[in-house]
């Protein structure tokens, strides 16, 4: 059974940066996709990127492009959202997903297990 657990939420400034990480366990994750999503008060949630496990492939939602970099370490089972240049929109609850998929998905549907999510407020 896959589980996911996100850590490293918390509060940043305006500009600041934040690491958020998602330790993976349950089987080999050669064949999946792993997402992170986000859902912010009153809005739906929505993809912030996604990455192939096996080839490295990712994709990048536009409001992220440029700012936001996703990662895994396989030998770690572990995958990374690294984000830069917070602003105070980017404040929302962020998942990371995993999809059973060997092609990028942006489609919340496709991904079966999810984590508990963790807090990023960006506020001055």
């Known amino acids: 059974q896959v589980q996911l657990v996100e850590s490293g939420g918390g509060l940043v400034l305006p500009g600041g940066s934040l690491r958020l990480s998602c330790a993976a366990s349950?089987?080999?994750?050669?064949?999946?996709?792993m997402g992170w999503f986000r859902q912010a008060p009153g809005k739906e949630r929505e993809i912030v990127g996604c990455i192939r496990w096996s080839t490295g492939s990712i994709y990048y939602a536009d409001s992220v492009k440029g700012r936001f970099t996703i990662s895994r370490d396989a030998a770690k089972n572990m995958v990374y959202l690294q984000m830069n240049s917070l602003a105070p929109e980017d404040t929302a609850v962020y998942y990371c997903?995993?999809?059973?998929?060997?092609?990028?998905?942006?489609?919340?549907?496709?991904?079966?297990?999810w984590g508990q999510g963790t807090q990023v407020t960006v506020s001055s």
């Open positions: 349950g089987r080999t994750f050669v064949s999946f996709v």
């Open positions: 997903a995993a999809a059973e998929s060997m092609v990028l998905t942006t489609i919340a549907s496709r991904y079966k297990t």
